[in-house]
């Protein structure tokens, strides 16, 4: 904001450079790197602190906070495996009251800097006072969540507090950043600069995550179970995944070397592989499909044969090492192959949270009563509640018939956006919204606060891709 009080600062040659350095695709990465550094080394105070030094740079001396979308949707992925406070060892940092001052004081700080700037872009320029067009999907959803349970006899306030904090983590980044953004300096192509480097980001703490589970050196059958980061377990390793597949494939599609970025596409449907999630496999394959199709068909013609080349290359490496390492793939893959295509007890959940609606049908249970199904013990000091392992049932179980309709006015709305004057830009931003639909079928991942991150700024970002369409001159 300096830069506004003070506009000859402006001219310093230092305050030049970092502004640069902040709108660059670098800044981008060095936030990616930071938080791959920070999830491998366990380094999350270190890292966060460096973050909170990057936000205030930004407030203070940004004409527009762009710069800050890369840190709220790569914070997330900071947290490692061995600092994970769930975890059975209680050797987490986060179980200390020295990091929880140090998360307190970094969550304070950048919560008074970064409301003191959308106060100030809401107040001073005129053009910010006008509502984003999925105003009222999100105020429909958020009361939804807020209020769910309340005449079940289970509402209380951690329960209310606790739905405001997933329509939050749903909704923040659109509507902070739809404020505090200029449009007119948002590429067509961010979207995909920003999903494929938190794909490469994801991809490399994939290989940490394998690495401390000791899946390189274990010579005996494997157990995915033991395949979890700082920030989630497999699975929800395997939503973000699949949500990022569609953004190296626009560069595929668009760059004239895409067979680079086709090749980067195949790496992470190798990593889903690894992973082994089951959802994220079988939804990853349907969304790698779609991808592929649709870059196929709206490539230029003298780039679909190298395209189609270096697909085929991979389909053959892919059956070369099913044939030639099948002993590796029973030791390693084996909890997985085991599982096969049962339900995992999922049906009878399904059954339970159907059960837990019927007895409220219009306002739900909340989201704590949950536990009541749920596997093993759920204690009541915790903050994040049992699920019900499908995005849908556990709306109505947890807020009843009022949140679904709210949710699907919700889904109206983003479709409303992706369908009016439609280009291949928002085709693909749009998959990328369609992958979080599908993954949250068999889990929650709707729910999740590290998706909902990328989630919303897909959305705020389909929504300027409409606004530049409709009314800003592109330069």
Same mark, same amino acid.
């Given at each position: 904001?300096?830069? +506004? ?20 695709? +670098? ?6 790197? =930071? ?17 909170? &030094? %990057? ?52 969550? /304070? ?32 959803? &958020? ?7 309340? @005449? ?58 394998? +690495? ?45 070397? /895409? ?8 790496? =992470? ?10 959802? &994220? ?41 099913? @044939? ?15 599982? /096969?295509?049962?339900?995992? /007890? ?71 956006? %992706? ?12 998959? %990328? ?18 998706? &909902? ?23």
């Amino acid at each position: 904001m300096l830069i +506004y009080f003070l506009p000859k600062i402006q001219n310093v040659k230092v305050i030049r450079i970092i502004q640069a350095f902040l709108n660059s695709k +670098y800044s981008m990465f060095l936030i990616a790197a =930071l938080a791959l550094i920070s999830n491998i080394f366990s380094l999350e105070i270190a890292v966060l602190y460096i973050y909170l &030094g %990057i936000v205030i740079t930004a407030i203070l001396f940004c004409v527009d906070l762009l710069s800050l979308i890369p840190i709220a949707c790569c914070s997330y992925y900071t947290f490692s495996r061995q600092n994970n406070p769930l975890s059975h060892d209680k050797t987490s940092v986060f179980l200390e009251s020295a990091a929880k001052t140090n998360l307190f004081i970094i969550i /304070g700080i950048t919560t008074v800097f970064a409301t003191s700037r959308l106060i100030f872009e809401i107040v001073t320029k005129e053009e910010k006072r006008k509502l984003p067009k999925l105003t009222w999907g999100f105020v429909a959803l &958020g009361l939804a969540y807020v209020i769910g349970g309340i @005449f079940s006899g289970y509402y209380d306030g951690r329960t209310a507090f606790f739905g405001f904090t997933q329509i939050a983590s749903l909704c923040f980044c659109y509507f902070y950043f739809y404020f505090t953004v200029n449009f007119k300096k948002v590429k067509k192509s961010y979207f995909a600069l920003l999903g494929t480097t938190i794909a490469v980001l994801l991809l490399f703490e994939i290989v940490g995550m394998l +690495y401390f589970s000791g899946f390189f050196t274990i010579t005996e059958n494997f157990n995915r179970g033991l395949l979890y980061t700082g920030w989630g377990i497999n699975n929800n390793v395997a939503s973000a995944m699949v949500m990022c597949l569609p953004a190296p494939f626009y560069y595929a599609c668009k760059k004239k070397y /895409g067979g680079i970025f086709l090749f980067l596409a195949n790496l =992470l449907m190798i990593s889903l592989f690894f992973v082994q999630s089951r959802n &994220g496999i079988v939804f990853g394959l349907f969304m790698f499909a779609i991808c592929l199709f649709v870059t196929l068909f709206n490539a230029k013609k003298k780039n679909i044969a190298p395209l189609i080349l270096t697909q085929i290359a991979f389909l053959f490496l892919y059956l070369v090492t099913i @044939f030639s390492a099948q002993e590796y793939i029973l030791e390693m893959f084996g909890s997985l192959i085991d599982k /096969g295509l049962s339900d995992n /007890g999922r049906y009878e959940i399904y059954r339970n949270g159907f059960k837990q609606f019927l007895e409220n049908p219009y306002f739900g249970n909340g989201f704590y009563e949950c536990g009541a199904f749920r596997w093993g013990d759920n204690s009541i000091g915790k903050f994040f509640p049992s699920r019900y392992h499908n995005t849908y049932i556990q709306i109505l179980a947890s807020c009843g018939v009022f949140a679904m309709i709210a949710y699907l006015y919700h889904r109206f709305e983003t479709l409303k956006i %992706i369908f009016k004057k439609i280009n291949i830009e928002k085709v693909f931003m749009g998959l %990328i919204v369609f992958a979080l639909i599908v993954t949250s079928i068999l889990d929650c991942h709707f729910f999740n606060f590290g998706t &909902g991150f990328l989630y919303s700024t897909i959305l705020l970002l389909l929504e300027i891709n409409l606004i530049k369409n409709e009314s800003l001159t592109i330069s």
